[in-house]
């Protein structure tokens, strides 16, 4: 199957400090990828999807000069936490869509823990 | 009214049960209908895809779909200590443009199979 890679898995960082996470499309060109929240025993929240060559599409109510995207190449989107605060520890999870399916199938990455001190 | 309806659960059965998951929707513009399943502190991971009403079989996991209730259901057959997880139901419009693919998921139902 197709495999998405999240980079790093866990990080922990001062408060005020910015955060990057990678998300990789291993075997597959992902022109369109999503950025996940999730909070313990909670549900995925989308937070943006990322398209290669344009501007990210933020949902209502994620700041999008905090949450910086990015969609560099056809396998490679990052998610910048800046000037990070306690409240945006979270588990932050990304999703890729191949190029190739036209069904719209999504495959995730592994997640990144992101805790705040 | 949220657009995707799932029990959180807790569900505790145990091992070599049968095991039935559900979802209910408002949104009668969604058609692909997705079960994904998701380990402590990982990434979900697609169990099964299906398109429109019907029945899909996969080893163990039989999804269903049934657009005239707009409700869904995904059942685990001979159930094991290792199905042990959080099972989250994701659909999504048939949609163009920019948000292909945008999914909206249900809360997650937490399963615990015990031996």
């Known amino acids: 199957g197709a495999v998405v890679s999240q980079h790093p898995s866990w990080v922990i960082c001062k408060s005020g400090t910015s955060v990057k996470i990678e998300c990789r499309s291993l075997d597959f060109q992902a022109t369109t990828m999503f950025w996940y929240r999730q909070f313990p025993k909670q549900s995925l929240m989308l937070m943006a999807t990322s398209n290669e060559g344009s501007k990210a599409t933020y949902e209502q109510g994620v700041e999008k000069d905090k949450f910086l995207i990015n969609h560099a190449s056809l396998t490679l989107s990052t998610l910048t936490v800046t000037s990070a605060h306690p409240e945006d520890s979270s588990f932050y999870i990304c999703?890729?869509?191949?190029?190739?399916?036209?069904?719209?199938?999504?495959?995730f990455g592994e997640g990144s823990r992101l805790t705040v001190l | 009214q949220k657009e995707v309806e799932q029990d959180p659960g807790p569900l505790s059965v145990p091992e070599g049960a049968i095991v039935s998951l559900n979802c209910t929707y408002s949104n009668s513009a969604f058609q692909y209908f997705m079960w994904y399943r998701q380990y402590s502190r990982k990434g979900p991971e697609l169990l099964m895809y299906?398109?429109?009403?019907g029945n899909k079989e996969d080893g163990r996991f039989t999804a269903q779909v049934d657009k005239s209730s707009k409700y869904i259901s995904l059942f685990i057959r001979d159930s094991q200590p290792s199905d042990s997880a959080t099972y989250l139901c994701?659909?999504?419009?048939?949609?163009?443009?920019?948000?292909?693919?945008?999914?909206?998921f249900g809360q997650g139902t937490i399963l615990t199979v015990h031996p």
């Open positions: 994701a659909m999504r419009a048939l949609a163009g443009g920019t948000s292909y693919g945008k999914l909206t």
């Open positions: 999703s890729a869509r191949p190029d190739y399916a036209n069904t719209g199938e999504l495959f």
């Open positions: 299906t398109y429109s009403s």
